[in-house]
């Protein structure tokens, strides 16, 4: 009986330690556009509000600088080109109704290259001048071209933003730097989005929006080949809605990828593993979620974010983890 009596009190015990500690909760987020869980202890880099650019409901994409500091970037919606001077004067340089200009390359020349939603590859002068359609086409694609990037030898990588996970029509092409030559590189892809060159040029990373996914592609001498056996991977899976959009490399080449819809732009290591992450202020609230592309201001390690949506239309910048490539424009 007195056994009993102890093995109750003892039980009485416990129970009473639980309801006084209580059960551990678990914390749920109240985040419009939680973290992934995988990401909630990876390193944030301080951001801040660079300039706000009008109208405020302007969808902002392909930042790119030129040899004089002037920074370029899309207004997708509305069609138009802004030139964006080093003392933050804005002006529309460019607009074709229907266009929808995407992506933005500057070449070696200082000429504006344009991947256009409607699948004009497009080039103009920095004063938006002398606009020229790029009429070469590989079985009519790309159909709908969405980021480019030029190599060191005035090649031109594309990506085509069509597909479905259940019919991937979308992938990367690659033009010569005449223009008169397209070639595919990587075809079958969810509509294809950014898409950015290794310091050695040897490596195409390209990510695939539908699959939210991240390609490692290793590139033979020609620039169009793929390694053979090994050569192409997915080294990360993004989570959540909208998911990798455009992106930049740094000089250790490390990838700095936008999340559209996520309000954030992921870092990677050069093996495509997450490093750093950079949050807009107000995501958690909805704002400004349309992060899309960041471009390195040249020779230095600043990185400028296109970011729009609730909140107005703004460019953030914040410090990378190095300095950003010396890229064909600056050649």
């Keep these: 009986m007195k056994q009993k009596f102890m093995m109750t ?9 639980f309801l006084s500690i209580g059960y551990a909760q678990p914390v749920i987020s109240k985040s419009v556009v939680p973290l992934p869980p995988s990401l ?15 109208p405020g409901d302007a969808f902002l994409e392909g930042p790119a600088f030129d040899r004089q500091g002037n920074l370029f970037v899309s207004s997708i919606f509305d069609s138009r080109i802004l030139k964006i001077t080093p003392d933050k004067q804005v ?16 070449h070696k020349d200082g000429r504006l290259f344009l991947a256009c939603l409607t699948g004009k590859i497009a080039a103009l ?7 020229t359609v790029m009429d070469v086409k590989y079985k009519g694609a790309p159909r709908s071209a969405n980021d480019l990037v030029f190599n060191a030898k005035g ?8 597909g479905t996970t259940a019919d991937p029509t979308g992938g990367v092409y690659w033009y ?11 075809l079958n892809l969810a509509s294809a989005n950014g898409v950015g060159l290794s310091p050695e040029g040897n490596v195409l990373w390209v990510s695939e929006s539908n699959r939210n996914a991240l390609h490692r592609i290793q590139l033979l001498e020609d620039g169009v080949s793929i390694v053979p056996i090994a050569g192409a991977s997915i080294p990360y899976r993004f989570v959540g809605a909208g998911g990798g959009d455009s992106m ?8 700095y990828q936008a999340m559209i ?3 954030r732009v992921l870092i990677l290591s050069n093996g495509g593993i997450p490093i750093a992450q950079v949050l807009i202020p107000g995501r958690d609230e909805g704002k400004l979620l349309r992060t899309t592309n960041v471009a390195f201001r040249p020779g230095t390690d600043e990185v400028y974010i296109t970011a729009s949506g609730e909140g107005g239309a703004w460019i953030y910048k914040f410090r990378g983890l190095a300095m950003g490539l010396k890229l064909f424009s600056h050649q």
């Design 261 to 263: 819809f996520q309000g």
């Design 155 to 162: 090649n031109l990588y594309v990506t085509d933003f069509t």
């Design 176 to 186: 010569s730097s005449d223009f008169k030559t397209i070639k595919p590189v990587y």
């Design 40 to 54: 909630k202890d990876v390193p944030k880099i301080e951001v801040e509000p660079w300039l706000q650019v009008e």
């Design 248 to 255: 930049a490399i740094d000089t250790s080449g490390n990838v």
């Design 9 to 17: 009190t003892i039980v009485i015990g416990i129970l009473v330690a």
């Design 91 to 106: 002006t529309t340089i460019f607009r074709q109704d229907g266009l929808l200009p995407d992506g933005i390359a500057v």
């Design 125 to 131: 002068n920095p004063d938006g001048t002398n606009f």
